[in-house]
Structure formats: C-alpha cells, structure tokens
C-alpha cells in the first residue's frame, strides 16, 4: 500500500429482502470493478516486558518483521 491511495465503491442489491430471507451480502470493489484486497493477519507479537531501551527495540523489531512476513507492510 504505501503511499498508493485506494478508492473503494461498496455495491448495494437493490431493495430490502424479504423478513424471512438471509440479509443482503455486501461485496467491496475497485473502481474497475475488481474484488476489493484482502485482509491480512499478522502473527500474534506478545506484550513487552523490556527493561530498558535496547530490549523495547528488539520487540519492536519482531513486531516489524511478523508484520513484513504478513504483508500488512512492505
């Protein structure tokens, strides 16, 4: 993603469905009419416990890097 901005269009069926029916489902779509990205999941980074400065930028680091791995940052 970076910098790029995305632009999102939400796609609404027409009318309410019927009491007895399932609700509507909503798909997000691109302006050119393509599936909207997927949401990413991280692998889980447990709380801090660090002491000093040094061992909160090791955390940190790990952070960085499970996020990396899962594609939320580049």
Do not use: C
């Amino acid at each position: 993603m970076g910098d790029q901005a995305v632009a999102l269009a939400v796609v609404v069926p027409a009318g309410l469905p019927p009491k007895n029916q399932p609700p509507m489902q909503l798909m997000l779509v691109n302006p050119d009419g393509s599936a909207a990205g997927t949401v990413k999941k991280a692998a889980a980074q447990s709380d801090t416990v660090a002491a000093d400065l040094a061992a909160l930028k090791v955390d940190f680091n790990l952070l960085l890097a499970k996020l990396r791995t899962a594609g939320v940052i580049s």
